[in-house]
Structures are given as C-alpha cells and as structure tokens.
C-alpha cells in the first residue's frame, strides 16, 4: 500500500527519533537507571513471602518516583533535540512539521513506557514465578505497573517536553527533578520532619498531585487488592488529555494564528486538570484507612449513646420487623433503598433503629407518605406522626460510604451482616472502640431471621449471602453480607466459600471442616449461654483483617451464612486459621468486655478452650487452640500482675480435674462477672472465692 | 516579492519601522549593522515570527497564508546546526522527507550535495563538519524542494576568506534560479553578490537600490585628507573610514557631507563609504 505524504511525514519524524534516542547516551543512562529500579524491586520482592508480594509494590513509592524523575528528564532531554542542535527553526519553517515533530516525541516517549511496562511485567512474573506468588496476584499486578509506574512516567515525560519546549535555560533539569518529587509518592515521607503531625487534610493535601501510590504506610488488604478503580485512572487520564492540550500553548513563537487555539486549550486544560484533582481527592480520602479508622475511634469516644428514655428499653413492644426489600446501587456512593415490613405495636411510640450514621438519609416514607424522623449518632428515629398501628411499610432512601476498611471504591466494598447498614432493631451504636485501640462492629445478637429480598443495580461482580434468584437475591436470615471485591467463590462440600482471590488454595477443605466449628460453636453457646441455637451455615464469607483488631479472628454467625474475619495463616487451611477465642467471642461477647482489663478476658476464653478440650467436646484438630500455660506465664512475667497469674494458674489446675457441670457452672459465672464489665480486683477476688467453693 | 509597512514591536522597542521593500528579485541584500533589524525582517519573511502590521506579497500569495508560503521558501537561519549523529546523507534525506519534495528524495538529496560541493563528506557525520561545510549544508537543506524564495541569515559571518569566496558563488548560482534575500553586516559581500540591495539602519529602510545607486548616493561626500598628525574625525569634521601613513604625514579618507578641511579633495566613494554616508549622514 502505497503511504500519502502525511504518513511519510509522520513515519520519517518517527524514524528520525528513534535513531536519535538510540545514537545517544541517554538511552544507556536510561537503560541502566531502569535495571537498577528493577534489580532493586525483584531483591525486595524475595523479602516477602508468596501471599503478601503485593505489599511490596504499595510500600515502595521508590520505583515510582525513579520513574517520575527519570521520565521528566527524559522528556525534557528529547524535546530540546532541535534546540540544542540549532535547527528548530529550520524544522519550523517547513509546514505542520512542528506538530510532526511533537507527535514523533510522544510516540518515543510512548514506545518507551510501553518498554517499561513489558521489562517490568515480564520481569516482576519471573519472580513471581521463582517464589511461587498466588495465581490472582499476576493479572493486577500487571495492571498496578500500568497504573502506578507506567502512565505516571510516561505522564511527567510529557511533562518534562513541555517544560523542556517552554524553558530554553538550563536550570530546566533541576526544576523538573523538583516537580516530579512534587508529583511524587514520597512527598508526605519528605515533609514529615516539618509537620508536627499528621492529618487527614495535610495528607491529602500532599497527595493530591501524586501519580504513585496514595498511601505507603498500607499493606494490601486482601479482600479488595491493588488500588485500581477508576477514579485513578480517570484522574491521570484527565491530566494526559490536559497536557496534551498544553502543546499548542507551549508554543514560543507565539504566532497570532494559534490564539483561539490556545484559550480553548487552556480553558479545557484548566478544567480537566481540576476534574483529575477531583478523582483523585475521592480515592485519597479512601486511603486514607489509618487516619479515617483513628476518626471513627475519635467520633466514637466523643459521641456517647444518645439517651432516649424509657422509649427503646423493649423495642419488641413497639414494632417487629417483618422483612426487607433491599436496593442498592454503587456509583459515586452506596445508593440503598431498604423497604422494611414493620409490624407496629404502639401507635405512640416513635420507632427507633440502628443505621450506621455515616449514611445520609434522602427520604422517609411510610406507606409512601413521607414520615418526620431524626438523626442522632447511629440511632434513626421514625416519628410515627401519623400514628400508624399494624403492619405498614417503611421506606428508606439514604446514601454514603461505609467505614473505614467496608469501603476502597466503587468496586471494592463489603457490607458484612453485622455492620448496620441496612436498618435494624435499636442496637446501640454500630461500632464500638475495643480497648480503646480499634473500632469494631458492635454485633447485634438478637435479631430474628426474617425474608430478604436484594436487588443489586450496578456492574459489578457482587457476592451475597441469599440465593440468587432471576438476578434477584432471596431467603431467610437474620442478616444479609454483600461484597464486591478481589474475590473468588467455589463450593466446598455442602458449603460455598467467598474467599479473597489469593488463597484458593487455603479453602480448598472448608466444607468438610466447617461441620466441626459449627459443633464447638453451638456447645459454647450451650454452655455459656444455654441457648440452644441451630448454627448451620450455606455460605462462608472470608475477610482478612477486616477489623483490624488485635483481639482475635472475628466470627460472626447468621442463619444462613458464616463472615469470618480473620488473619489468615497463610500457609493453613481456613479452619487452622481460625484462633479459638473468636468462637467464644461471637457467642459471649458484650459490649461490656470492652471495660474489662484485657488479660482477664484472654484468661477467660484460654480456660474456657482448654476445658473444652480436657472435656472432650472439642478434639483440638483444626481450629487455632492457643496454649493456657502460655498466657499465665506471660502474665506471670508481669510482677505487678502475679494476683491474676495465680489466679489464671488455679484455673488451670481446677479445669484440669473438676467434673463437667461444675466446670460450666464455673464458666458462666466467670462469664457473668465479665458482663458485668467489672475490674481486675473485684474479678480476682471473686473468681478466687468461686474456686475456693469448688475445691 | 513585496514588502509593505512591516511592523513589529519588542515590547517598547520598534525592532521594525514601517519597512517596504518593493520587487524582491534575483540575489537581494539586507545590511545593516547589529541591531538594525535584518535577522528580524529574515525571520518574519521566513514565517518564524508574526508580523505586528504590514503586508508581505509573492506571486499573489500573502504571508497571512503560512502553509503555502512555507511551501515556497527555503530557510538558512543565522545559527545553524544539524542532528550531529546524523549522516551529512541521512539529514538531508530526512529534511527532503519532511518537505515533501517532487520526486525521489534519495536523488534530490545527491543533486544538493553535488551543488554545495559536499560529495565526498555525503556519508559523514554533520558532526565532523566545519564550520564552512556546516553553512553548506544549511543552504542544501534550504535549496531541497527547489524553494522560489531563499533566505539566508548572514551566512558568510565567521567564515574564512576561502569559505567565504565560496559561499558568495554558491550563492551567485542559485541566485540565477531563485529569489535569494541574503543578509549580512559584511558589505564587501553585498558588492560581491547582490543584484540590489537594503540598508537598514534602526529598524528602518535607508536605502533600496543597486550597488551603484548606493555609491551614486555618496558621491560628492568622500574626501581625501592629509595631515602631520594623527586627527580623530570629530576634529576633522566626518566619518574616517581610511587612515594610512607615508612619508612622515597621515593620509585619511572620511565620509562628509561638508568639506572638512581647506586642503580637502573630493575623492570616488566605495560601497562602504556610501554605506556610512546613508547610516551617519542621512
């Protein structure tokens, strides 16, 4: 096919480019700064085992930033070529070749990124490969190069052509290596020893311009994976098109024929820059985790449980929820429209939820007459003006982002069944600060199963606890989890699992161990509670570090489903992951225990998990079992403490002989003063008296 | 090709003073000394810089049409250079590309080589190159495409005499085949190589005429003065221009336009003289 002169045009400039950057030393300089980027990243990748490979890349904004600085020279280097030769005029002079010219230095600048992104890829899976990295890790880190060290170089290469045309002084190079720390992931590492300390608004501030990672001081959540929604890519797309836009302005012979050009190339600039500022100002404030989580402890301790009085002692008394009929849909924000079937016993009370207060309520209705309601903290009040009795239906209209780790984009959220996000019966507040450290889902525990209808509007994979039906979720549970994120499903024996994408692997055996957690769960609950509840479970939900909690592993149990947060040993089956104590928590746990000095708590559920395993209940396969004696002699260690180290070493020596009902009665007592949220002395004392009854 | 009221502005500083130059043809010459306003002239010609106000004309073609004028010119800007790593070869083909020439670039290229005198370095670096051939292959990269107009931004500046000698008869020859606007602080050269010439002078046009015409313009005004000692021109009323010393007096030649001394004599004016004529007594 024979080429038109454009594309000859078009090809020779290209030609000429290329032989120009291969002839020049810079390619080499370039060539080794790459390989010694990427030797330096392989060597830290063998730092890290097989599961956690992508902490590696979120960790280091150091690639990122070599590639930033590396990029804007380069592109300041190739776009004074004619300049420093002395033929820029010559090439001005002949027509269009300006532009040809610009376009052959954009398509180098592109063959190289795309060099860069192929070196990386192909090298990064190598050492995937020789490490043995979980199958789900390839695929995303491919698209993480892409996004975190691909287009941001090929982005500040632009940028250093533009800066390079505009700027003929060769103070040119140390002002780009300025801006691309600027536009750096280091730079909040660089301003940390001016700041006194650091905040949400700083921090955003920082990374606003940033074209790395957003947030080093992460690890990669393993239920939502790299950092890739769209908003990122949006953002850097926008400053692409921007500067794009910014050629002709940077033009400077600042020949009059260009002028509408170039007000319409700044405005549209102006304006896409801004849209990209934006994008990315919403994915910062999401990764911001650390400092959101210590605002929500904060919003939490400041804000106490509003007091409403006699109204809400027995919310039994005032209505009964009847069912859901749920919609949601993720764009921007989680948009829910929850219809709940109420039953309302007393006309002139008004009805008191637990809605997570982070959702903006848009609209109230009931029977689609619009209904007065209040906000305060976590509890929803629905005035009930019109004094409805019987059954009626509530319909609520509301929108937000869920908390801390619930929420990373549009695409990566989970609304686990303990987290009030659709409303529930008045629980009290929807988290709670565990020892002052973290805050934690402040599990409802007696909500009844009622049916569930979820209709989900959006195009994600999305993952839920009911059974599908004709693109609808149904059934019965006294909770409803949905999730979408870096997850899998498979089926497992009787059960299914959704399990995040790295460890396949670990779930492998889920169903046929799940039978024996469900075994040592209803016991506990018979022993502790004597409640004789049916634990069954189709489904299990696997998200690691969801509570970010030191306590323990979290289970939260429901009609149909089981969530299970835990921190998952990586080279376990889901089961020996599971630490014992969190079978205790999910059937024992108060608010209360949060008042309570952490090692009497540890002693308790130690004990109790020993007990059960002298008594034979439990077998002791499986499930994480921590050692007693282990516990008593670190507290031992602690000589202001020796009180309760005696006391954990004569439960140990009382489990250990004392018949099976007197050992239960024991535990529920120990488990009543817990509840109480009494203090050491007072626990002491009184569970060393009980034992002194015993024996 | 005309020239009209050209104007142009550095911030308050007039580079271009209403500027017309009527029936550009042949080898045209621009002179004037540093700061006059020739390379500003050559670069608003060669479409580098916008014009404020005035009109340039070609064979109907005006210069608000830049693709088309660019289509007809050939530009030698005062400093020039060439990709170094490339070959003398290569660049020139490269430029022929981009120019979209009639015909096979490979042989165009050969036909400019041949007529800069640049054969035997067609396959060297422009890197090696000295300065004379540097300038050569400016002209060659001008001349591709057979322009209608060159422009050729003091070229002969630096160069040796023997460069220089054949640098003015490459231009002699191409000035056969094309419009050539040629300028240079070097009035020998305009003597040398110019059908008609410019004199610029502060941003303004002093002159527009042949070579003759210049010194016609002068005539009357060159003086020869002998003296016993050495005499600055302000004491002897004029532009020396030439000072030689024999047998024990000093023998100056100056430019006046009054007769500077009793024993004066008027003697024939050179080019160069004329051309201090227009710049000091005009």
């Known amino acids: 096919m024979k080429r038109n002169h454009k594309q000859n045009t078009f090809l020779e400039s290209i030609r000429i480019e290329f032989i120009l950057f291969v002839k020049s030393i810079n390619v080499w300089a370039f060539l080794v700064l790459w390989f010694v980027v990427l030797v330096y990243f392989c060597s830290l990748l063998f730092t890290y085992s097989q599961f956690t490979l992508g902490d590696a890349f979120i960790s280091q904004g150091l690639v990122t930033q070599a590639l930033l600085t590396g990029g804007i020279i380069l592109g300041a280097i190739i776009s004074s070529n004619e300049r420093k030769e002395d033929c820029e005029e010559v090439f001005y002079v002949i027509s269009c070749m300006h532009f040809y010219k610009a376009l052959a230095k954009v398509v180098l600048l592109l063959t190289i990124s795309l060099f860069v992104f192929v070196t990386g890829t192909l090298t990064v899976f190598i050492v995937f490969h020789l490490l043995d990295a979980a199958g789900a890790y390839y695929i995303p880190s491919a698209a993480y190069i892409l996004l975190y060290w691909v287009v941001p170089f090929f982005i500040s290469g632009m940028m250093g052509c533009i800066i390079g045309q505009a700027m003929r002084s060769k103070m040119v190079y140390p002002i780009v290596i300025g801006i691309s720390v600027f536009i750096g992931p280091l730079v909040p590492k660089l301003a940390e020893p001016f700041m006194l300390t650091e905040t949400g608004a700083q921090y955003q501030i920082y990374m606003l311009f940033n074209l790395g990672d957003l947030n080093l001081h992460a690890t990669l959540n393993e239920s939502y994976g790299y950092c890739l929604n769209k908003e990122l890519w949006i953002a850097r797309l926008s400053v692409l098109i921007g500067i794009f836009l910014m050629l002709p302005v940077i033009n400077r012979y600042k020949r009059k024929d260009y002028i509408h050009i170039r007000i319409i190339a700044i405005f549209v600039t102006i304006s896409l820059v801004f849209i990209g500022i934006l994008a990315a100002n919403r994915v910062v404030k999401l990764q911001n985790w650390y400092l959101r989580q210590a605002e929500l402890i904060d919003y939490y301790s400041d804000n106490p449980e509003p007091d409403f009085g006699e109204s809400i002692n027995d919310i039994s008394s005032v209505y009964e929820i009847m069912g859901y009929d749920i919609n949601i849909d993720d764009g921007l924000k989680l948009n829910i429209c929850t219809d709940v079937g109420l039953d309302i016993k007393n006309k002139k009370s008004p009805l008191v939820f637990t809605l997570f207060h982070g959702f903006e309520i848009v609209k109230c209705t009931i029977d689609g007459k619009e209904e007065e309601y209040k906000v305060a903290g976590d509890a929803l009040i629905v005035e009930n003006t019109k004094e409805y009795e019987g059954k009626h239906l509530l319909r609520l209209e509301y929108k937000g982002i869920p908390p801390a780790n619930l929420y990373k984009a549009s695409n990566k959220w989970i609304l686990p069944g303990m987290f009030a996000w659709i409303p529930v019966e008045y629980v009290g507040k929807v988290m709670a600060n565990e020892w002052d450290t973290y805050a934690m889902f402040n599990y409802p525990d007696s909500k009844k199963d009622v049916p569930i209808k979820v209709e989900y509007i959006g195009n994600n994979e999305v993952f839920c606890s009911l059974d599908e039906k004709d693109d609808k979720w149904e059934g019965i549970s006294s909770g409803i989890t949905m999730a979408c994120g870096w997850l899998d499903e498979k089926e497992t024996g009787k059960i299914s699992v959704v399990y995040p994408s790295l460890y396949p692997e670990n779930v492998k055996q889920a169903g046929a161990a799940i039978d024996g957690l469900l075994d040592i769960t209803r016991a506990a609950s018979k022993e502790l509670k004597g409640e004789d509840k049916c634990f069954e479970a189709d489904k299990i939900f696997v998200f690691p570090s969801l509570l970010h909690s030191y306590s323990s592993s979290g289970l939260y149990f429901f009609r149909d489903h089981i969530v299970m947060c835990i921190f998952f040993d990586q080279g376990g089956t889901l089961i020996e992951s599971i630490d014992g104590r969190s079978v205790v928590d999910s059937v024992a746990r108060t608010n209360e225990w949060n008042r309570v000095d952490r090692d009497v708590i540890w002693i308790f559920e130690y004990a109790y998990l020993e007990s059960l395993c002298i008594r034979g209940v439990y077998n002791g396969e499986g499930l994480y079992i921590p050692p007693f004696e282990s516990l008593i002699e670190t507290i031992r260690d602690d000589e202001k403490r020796l009180d309760l180290a005696n006391m954990a070493q004569r439960i140990h020596d009382y489990i250990s002989v004392a018949d099976v009902e007197k050992q239960i009665e024991f535990f529920r007592s120990f488990l009543e003063l817990i509840d109480t949220g009494s203090n050491v002395g007072k626990i002491t004392r009184v569970v060393n008296e009980l034992l002194d009854s015993e024996t | ?282």
Request: proline share 2%; glycine share 8%; hydrophobic share 40%.
């Open chain 2, 1 to 282: 090709m005309d020239i009209n009221n050209l104007n142009k502005m550095y911030g308050k500083l007039k580079a271009l003073d209403n500027i017309c130059i009527r029936d550009i043809k042949g080898i045209h010459g621009l002179v004037g000394e540093n700061g006059a306003g020739k390379t500003t002239l050559m670069r608003i010609v060669a479409t580098v810089l916008e014009k404020d106000s005035g009109s340039i004309t070609h064979n109907g073609i005006s210069w608000e049409e830049t693709v088309k004028v660019r289509n007809i010119i050939g530009y030698l800007p005062q400093k020039f250079g060439m990709y170094h790593q490339l070959t003398v070869n290569e660049a020139l083909e490269h430029v022929a590309i981009l120019k979209r020439i009639n015909g096979d670039p490979k042989e165009e290229t050969k036909k400019v080589i041949s007529l800069v005198n640049l054969d035997d370095k067609a396959e060297s670096k422009v890197g090696s190159l000295s300065g004379g051939m540097i300038r050569r292959l400016g002209i060659a990269q001008a001349i591709l495409g057979n322009p209608e107009i060159l422009i050729v931004d003091e070229p002969t500046s630096g160069l040796d005499p023997e460069e220089r000698m054949r640098f003015k008869l490459l231009l002699r020859q191409l000035g056969n085949r094309m419009t050539v606007l040629f300028s240079t602080h070097i009035v020998d050269d305009i003597e040398d190589v110019c059908d008609r010439v410019t004199v610029m002078h502060k941003g303004k046009v002093m002159l527009t005429g042949t070579a003759a015409e210049m010194i016609e313009m002068a005539q009357g005004n060159t003086w020869t003065v002998s003296s016993n000692e050495e005499k600055s021109g302000e004491e002897l009323g004029g532009v020396v221009t030439d000072c030689k010393y024999a047998n024990g007096m000093f023998h100056f030649r100056l430019v006046s336009d009054k007769k500077p001394a009793e024993s004066a004599v008027r003697a024939e004016p050179t080019l160069e003289e004329a051309y201090i004529y227009l710049l000091h007594m005009e």
